[in-house]
T-cell receptor, first 117, second 120 residues
């Protein structure tokens, strides 16, 4: 597609429910990132994939958070047993790992706003 | 660890005027990138401008330009001829290139953001 897409755009979950958030990166982008953005704050890094390999998951806040990208394209961020503090916008971004230095940068999707009640 | 600080939570400017958003960062790295991203109320984060740390020349993109002071670790964004469509939250971001298998990418570290309101 032309840009990064994410679904659903909005998700309301009751505390304790599991949720799954989907990201479709720009075609051909091997690098994929997930970020968490609390209200009024800057995004914070969660995890990074290069193709299907999860090379950095240092930002995942707890073992309730799990991400996968089994075929190196679409990625899913799963949150188990959601808590109120998980309420945030979850942003996905993709980039070319071997872009020219003059074109370095990540391209973001519209995000999924998760509200845990 | 790297940190990025935006000390202006909110700013406003009259249409057609010029405004400067400030950003400072802290790092011990010598090779890195700096970015300004724009996030309108629709929430789609848009890349505005990038600066390679090893380049002394300040980056420009149409009405957007930066003042990059590497020694002072300062990276401000100047918006000239402000337009109503420039109303958004602006984030300054730092990225160290991971290199190796990860190539020319790395995780972004964002500041807290500056909300810019352009008034007619």
């Amino acid at each position: 597609g032309a840009g990064v897409s994410q679904s659903p755009r909005y998700k309301v979950a009751k505390r304790g429910q599991d949720v799954a958030l989907r990201c479709d990166p720009i075609s051909g982008h091997v690098s994929l990132f997930w970020y968490q953005q609390a209200l009024g704050q800057g995004p914070e890094f969660l995890t990074y994939f290069q193709n299907e390999a999860q090379l950095d998951k240092s930002g995942l806040p707890s073992d309730r958070f799990f991400a996968e990208r089994p075929e190196g394209s679409v990625s899913t961020l799963k949150i188990q047993r959601t808590q109120q503090e998980d309420s945030a916008v979850y942003l996905c971004a993709s980039s070319l790992a071997q872009s020219r230095l003059s074109s370095v940068g990540q391209y973001f999707g519209p995000g999924t706003r998760l509200t845990v009640t | 660890a790297q940190t990025v600080t935006q000390s202006q939570p909110e700013m406003s400017v009259q249409e057609a005027e010029t405004v400067t958003l400030s950003c400072t960062y802290d790092t011990s790295e010598s090779n890195y990138y700096l970015f300004w991203y724009k996030q309108p109320p629709s929430r789609q984060m848009i890349l505005v401008i990038r600066q390679e740390a090893y380049k002394q020349q300040n980056a420009t993109e149409n009405r957007f330009s930066v003042n990059f002071q590497k020694a002072a670790k300062s990276f401000s964004l100047k918006i000239s001829d402000s337009q109503l469509g420039d109303t958004a939250m602006y984030f300054c971001a730092f990225m160290k290139l991971w290199g190796g298998l990860s190539g020319n990418t790395g995780k972004l570290i964002f500041g807290q953001g500056t909300t810019l309101q352009v008034k007619p």
